[in-house]
């Protein structure tokens, strides 16, 4: 270990907070082992060898956005383009109804900005999945959505938000983050929202009582630099609201994207991004392994890395398979067991905010 990562372990058996530079000597080191070490440690003493997954089901509502994000393959311009899809409300409530049928508490759902869909559409949909199961948790529509679901009624975030909380809505997914440096979110996603609005509507949805998770897109075009940067905001958010449940970075799938010289990130990277957000991330308690972009060996390596979550059973994902993901499409509760097992650690069955199922 170096003189410099010396330091840092010192730091963090102290339990002092981390700074940029700690973060950044981090990201240049080669020693991934040293740091995996100390992410493990911090995450034992936090969570122990507990290991949480859930039984979850995404719906991916439609693929026709007014966004044109460069790195994206999920999108389509309009209905009449190959391959673009919007489900009917009957689609959804019977994906709903097999979700709960097949033991799944949570209802993970997030679409394109579809620029001829009605803002009565959506909580509609919420009530049809409600009226499926009244128990399933909604965690739906990124900060990007509510934005534009903003704009469609002239209503303030807060007020837009709680006519979805009535409508059914519980808590809202970490996407649509992507890197908050404004010139690399330029090449991007330059029609996306900032990273700064980004921040204030989660600050919102924080204030009026929803939870959220947090998301970073890396191994693009993004610096070490930009990481630590996109770290820091969701670090000092946390310390003003801790509405952040997780944390979940995503490696970019390179495949099928139009943005130039993207370089994808390897397992190397992906483990000690994950680590390092482990121990910059001191505010919050659940860092999670995103087996579907990451692919079920590195997420299972990933959880001695100081990871102390592994997603849900899925099912249906089309995003990150759209992009080149190779993973399944779904896992089985007894799947994920096994996996946690495996690597040595106890599975726990949660729902979405972190009440345990079962355990063992």
Known sequence: MTAELKKIETKVGRGERLSPDD??????????????????????RR??????????RHINYTNICVNQCTFCAFHRKSEDQDGSYTLALQEIQQRA??????????IHMVGGL?????????????????????ALHIKAFTAVEIDYF??????????????????????????????????????????????????????TVHRIGLKTNATMLFGHIESFQDRVDHLTRLRDLQDRTGGFQAFIPLPFQPENSKLMNARGAGGVDSLKTLAISRLYLD???????????????????????????LD?????????????????????????????????????????????????
């Not at 969570?47 to 979850?56: A, I, K, L």
């Not at 809202?172 to 090449?187: D, K, M, N, Y």
């Not at 726990?348 to 063992?360: F, I, P, S």
Request: with cysteine.
């Open 97 to 106: 109804q097999q979700a709960s049928e097949s033991g799944a508490t949570e």
């Open 283 to 309: 505010n919050f308690r659940h860092l999670k392994a995103y087996w579907v972009m990451l692919g079920l060996k590195v997420a299972q390596v990933a959880l001695c890395f100081g990871v102390n979550d």
């Open 312 to 360: 849900g059973t899925v099912v249906e994902e089309k995003i990150g398979h759209e992009a080149g993901a190779t993973s399944p499409q779904e896992l089985g509760r007894a799947q994920l067991v096994a996996l946690i097992r495996a690597a040595g650690k106890i599975a726990v069955e949660r729902d979405t905010l972190y009440r345990t199922v079962r355990a063992g």
């Open 114 to 134: 579809h620029p001829e869909l009605p803002f009565d559409f959506y909580p509609q949909m919420l009530k049809t999945i409600k009226a499926a199961d009244p």
């Open 47 to 56: 969570n122990g060898d507990q290991v949480y997954f859930n039984v979850n």
């Open 23 to 44: 973060a950044m000597i981090m990201f240049e080191s080669d020693d991934l082992l040293a740091i995996g070490e100390l992410a493990a440690s911090v995450n034992h």
């Open 150 to 203: 903003a704009k469609l009624t002239n209503l303030p975030v807060s007020d837009l938000v709680s006519t979805l909380r009535q409508a059914g809505l519980d808590s809202l997914p970490g996407g649509g983050a992507e890197i908050f440096a404004p010139a690399v979110r330029q090449q991007i996603c330059p029609e996306k929202i900032s990273g700064e609005r980004w921040l204030e509507i989660m600050e």
